[in-house]
């Protein structure tokens, strides 16, 4: 691989890049760049995530990685959601070693050799409902906001709570941990999820942590 490109690769924005970006920069003929390109993998100079992604490899990185971001370029439209969330928010103990996210597209697990990254399907319509962006210096992702990687985390693993109880005592989150949450935002989740499981959580969740304002 040229210096000439190390150098193109080392100014590049992401640490993720796919093959239509190497193929602008690399420009020549799909043969001459397939060979570039598995120099690149073989020297570590690319790490190959998935077919058609790659990320950066370590002597071309200008900074971290940051995996929920790449989580979104592996594979997408998603959010990071469930233990990722519960525990980028604080409220779950354990260190959660694979990255989860919910995604409009089928459930999907990937190795790679930067982590292991999980996705669960969840409904089309209103996808973001309950989601923020953030932004972590030149990087960004989606992020599920406390109550919705919750009520994500209900429906995804097709738990059947019909108390609040399982939040304590399984999930090991603390009441006072909790933010409250607007009524009418439970009923657009309520409205987005269509689901009765969904519906009879909701009504267990005790009235001191729901904004009636």
């Not at 409205?191 to 267990?204: E, H």
């Amino acid at each position: 691989m040229s210096n000439k490109l190390q150098q193109l690769l080392r100014q590049y924005p992401s640490s993720a890049i796919t093959e239509d970006e190497l193929a602008q920069l690399l420009g020549g003929s799909p043969d001459s760049r397939h060979s570039l390109l598995s120099r690149a993998v073989k020297n570590t100079l690319l790490i190959r995530l998935k077919r058609g992604l790659y990320c950066l490899g370590e002597s071309l990185r200008q900074r971290p990685i940051q995996s929920f971001a790449l989580a979104q370029k592996i594979y997408g439209p998603s959010y990071i959601s469930l233990e990722s969330a519960l525990s980028y928010h604080g409220l779950i103990p354990e260190a959660v070693r694979t990255v989860t996210s919910v995604s409009i597209k089928r459930n999907k697990n990937f190795s790679t050799p930067l982590g292991d990254f999980s996705y669960s399907h969840l409904p089309t319509d209103n996808f973001f409902i309950g989601v923020q962006r953030i932004t972590n210096g030149r990087d960004s992702y989606f992020m599920a906001t406390v109550w919705k990687a919750l009520l994500d985390y209900i429906y995804c693993y097709k738990h059947n709570w019909t108390s609040f109880e399982p939040v304590i005592e399984s999930l090991r989150i603390e009441m006072d941990a909790l933010p409250k949450i607007k009524r009418l935002d439970l009923i657009n989740l309520a409205d987005f999820y269509q689901s009765q499981r969904i519906n009879r959580f909701i009504t267990k969740i005790p009235k001191e942590l729901i904004d009636e304002h």
